[in-house]
């Protein structure tokens, strides 16, 4: 037990955070069982360490951080290990990708049901599987998800401000107050630029090369987590790949199914688990028509968001595709995202009618709809920059 107590002790002597992310303040940590999901290169180890060195005071060891990395639970597993920590009085357990364990759910009701007086945190991917939402482990664990950098994150970091997110009613209604309160500190779109290419995923703040970084994640997430988490053999993984790749260059808003099918080797039936596997893994956003929902064919396929297009190095990246892509993701966390009446167009919880276009063009369109505009600083009635829906919530 030393030589993990220490080397807690060294993350906590070393480990620096630039932003506090916005899901911290969000967690009910009353819970005794919590995960945290979510894909390769959003910062789940970062998240629970700040957690740790926010909470609980150096070298006490309350608290502890470990990593299924480590070969010594392979063999040994949790149980026993958190029935040691309880004993040393330890309090709040935290597990980094806890997912890599066998039988880890197993192992984590174990552990909730021996030890009433143990917290445990620990972060898995954000792939599930069939039996998930059935489980055990999900009558007892409060899951939450973990994403990359909102635009008002990546700025935050990088002026050490603290803006605040706001509702997308604030947005629409009040969009030209929150600009100027914006503008009195920054200049948005001096960030901009760089936050679509590489402002999505914390390593930025790393000194590394951050295409190579975020490709490995990429293959990383593809190679472990979906073969693993989806039970897959390792011999069709080549066709996950491609299947990225052709969705990620086609210049059809709309997938045709039966053509990809046809490309990578597989049935329709085969794609289409595909495509809910690379959305599960933060690779691609799929958007409906109103009504529709999967198994049904998608009516537009985005990616993820737009440092992977970049990473991607997609042949058909003008300003509209890039801007339609980073308004997608702005919102898809928290509010429901279908495919508009005409190109360009989204229907955001059936509710508000939002045309992406740059700051010049006009468009006839109905008097509610609004306008998330490129190229553009601040915003007039239902004119908004697009820039600020990265400030949603």
């Known amino acids: 037990m030393s030589k993990f107590y220490q080397t807690h002790d060294f993350w906590m002597e070393h480990a620096k955070f630039s932003v506090r992310r916005s899901l911290m303040d969000n967690i009910d940590w009353s819970y005794r069982l919590i995960g945290i999901r979510g894909p390769r290169g959003v910062?789940?180890?970062?998240?629970?360490?700040?957690?740790?060195?926010?909470?609980f005071a150096p070298y006490m060891?309350?608290?502890l951080f470990i990593s299924m990395n480590n070969f010594y639970f392979q063999g040994c597993g949790i149980v026993d290990f958190a029935g040691e920590f309880v004993r040393n009085g330890g309090q709040v357990l935290l597990i980094d990708?806890?997912?890599?364990?066998?039988?880890?759910?197993?192992?984590?009701?174990?552990?909730?049901?021996?030890?009433?007086?143990?917290?445990?945190?620990?972060t898995t991917t954000s792939l599930t599987d069939s039996e998930e939402e059935d489980s055990e482990l999900s009558q007892v664990c409060r899951f939450y998800h973990l994403h990359g950098f909102s635009f008002r994150e990546y700025i935050n970091q990088q002026t050490d401000n603290n803006f605040p997110?706001?509702?997308?009613?604030?947005?629409?209604?009040?969009?030209?107050?929150?600009?100027?309160?914006?503008?009195?500190?920054?200049?948005?779109?001096?960030?901009?630029e760089k936050y679509l290419r590489h402002g999505h995923y914390p390593f930025y703040i790393e000194n590394r090369n951050f295409t190579e970084s975020l490709l490995k994640s990429m293959n990383s997430m593809i190679e472990t987590d979906i073969l693993l988490s989806k039970q897959i053999e390792l011999k069709y993984l080549s066709r996950i790949k491609k299947l990225l790749y052709l969705?990620?260059?086609?210049?059809?808003?709309?997938?045709?199914?039966?053509?990809?099918?046809?490309?990578?080797?597989?049935?329709?039936?085969?794609?289409?688990?595909?495509?809910?596997?690379?959305?599960?893994?933060?690779?691609?956003?799929?958007?409906?028509?109103?009504?529709?929902?999967?198994?049904?064919?998608p009516a537009a396929v985005k990616l993820h968001n737009t440092n992977l297009m970049y990473a991607l190095n997609v042949p058909n990246m003008d300003e509209q595709n890039i801007y339609e892509t980073y308004l997608v993701n702005c919102l898809w966390r928290h509010h429901k995202v279908n495919k508009g009446r005409r190109p360009g167009f989204f229907l955001i919880n059936d509710e508000y009618d939002i045309c992406v276009c740059d700051k010049l063009k006009r468009i006839k369109t109905p008097g509610d709809t609004v306008f998330a505009r490129y190229n553009l600083e601040s915003g007039l009635g239902?004119?908004?920059p697009i820039w600020l829906f990265g400030f949603a919530h």
């Not at 706001?166 to 929150?178: K, T």
């Not at 045709?256 to 595909?274: D, P």
């Open 43 to 55: 910062g789940r180890t970062s998240f629970l360490l700040q957690f740790a060195k926010d909470n």
């Open 61 to 63: 060891h309350q608290c």
């Open 97 to 122: 990708q806890m997912f890599k364990l066998r039988g880890w759910k197993e192992q984590l009701i174990a552990c909730y049901n021996k030890y009433p007086r143990l917290r445990i945190v620990f």
């Open 247 to 297: 969705l990620a260059i086609s210049e059809e808003s709309a997938p045709n199914v039966s053509k990809l099918a046809e490309e990578i080797g597989t049935s329709r039936a085969t794609v289409m688990n595909y495509l809910r596997y690379l959305e599960e893994g933060r690779f691609i956003n799929l958007i409906y028509r109103p009504g529709d929902v999967f198994p049904k064919k």
């Open 382 to 384: 239902k004119d908004i």
């Open 165 to 192: 997110s706001y509702s997308l009613e604030e947005i629409v209604n009040d969009h030209e107050q929150i600009v100027r309160s914006i503008l009195h500190e920054v200049e948005p779109w001096d960030h901009f």
